[in-house]
């Protein structure tokens, strides 16, 4: 069983950045891979990156490309999401999750355990 917590959100101008942290509990965090996704009010849940298990593998959506970096430091048993140059498309609740394989996916049926959701909004 893995609990995690989100944090780090909050209201940033356009342009701006944000750096999201997702703490997990329990000694197995660098057994799994980890992804962010976001949902925005009316819309699905959407994928935004992925990382896998040692930090080798990283994918993002192309919404996140170029704009964010998803990280993780297995020895604090947290990973990160730095966000820059902000838009108001990007608000929305932003999830962390937990994948038992080794690369993560970009379907969050593959997670195993999520977040409760830290709030994004970003003015204009």
């Known amino acids: 069983q893995v609990q995690l917590v989100e944090s780090g959100g909050g209201l940033v101008q356009a342009g701006g950045s944000l750096r999201l942290a997702c703490a997990a509990s329990?000694?197995?965090?660098?057994?799994?891979?980890m992804g962010w996704f976001r949902q925005a009010p009316g819309k699905e849940r959407e994928f935004v990156a992925q990382?896998?298990?040692?930090?080798?593998?990283?994918n993002y959506a192309r919404s996140a490309k170029g704009r964010f970096t998803i990280s993780r430091d297995n020895a604090k048993n947290t990973v990160y999401l730095q966000m820059n140059s902000l838009t108001p498309e990007d608000t929305a609740v932003y999830y962390c999750?937990?994948?038992?394989?080794?690369?993560?996916?970009?379907?969050?049926?593959?997670?195993?355990?999520w977040g409760q959701g830290t709030q994004v909004t970003v003015s204009s």
């Open positions: 990382i896998g298990r040692s930090a080798g593998y990283t």
């Open positions: 999750a937990a994948d038992k394989g080794a690369y993560g996916a970009t379907t969050a049926g593959a997670y195993d355990y």
């Open positions: 329990g000694r197995t965090f660098s057994t799994y891979a």
